[in-house]
């Protein structure tokens, strides 16, 4: 059972830093290609970052330069580190991992999401 288990968001001021981690179980994490997606209230859900296996990164134009994801093979982690965090960074944060084969025909994963705000 594949599972994707995000933590670290929660309030901040304008300005400020959190750091989001995602554990991912169930998957070959070292194969997968692993990302960060957010959805705003009345918005569709959004790219963030994206990180392959070979450690290739892509960002949202929005959080360029403010936004870095990294990932750990051993401890099957990916993280978000967020900086400089405006108000319109406020959203429910997703991972998502997308492995190189499917299994019973699946290759997207997708977290519960955890809640970030940005106060003014």
């Known amino acids: 059972q594949v599972q994707l288990v995000e933590s670290g968001g929660g309030t901040v001021q304008a300005g400020g830093s959190l750091k989001l981690s995602c554990a991912a179980s169930?998957?070959?994490?070292?194969?997968?290609?692993m990302g960060w997606y957010r959805q705003a209230p009345g918005k569709e859900r959004e790219l963030v970052a994206t990180i392959t296996s070979g450690y290739l990164t892509n960002y949202e134009d929005s959080v360029k330069g403010r936004f870095t994801i990294s990932r750990d093979n051993i401890m099957k982690l990916v993280y978000l580190q967020m900086n400089s965090l405006k108000p319109e960074d406020t959203a429910v944060y997703y991972c998502y991992a997308k492995t190189p084969i499917a299994t019973m025909g699946r290759r997207d994963y997708w977290g519960q999401g955890t809640q970030v705000t940005v106060s003014s």
């Open positions: 169930g998957i070959i994490f070292s194969s997968a290609a």
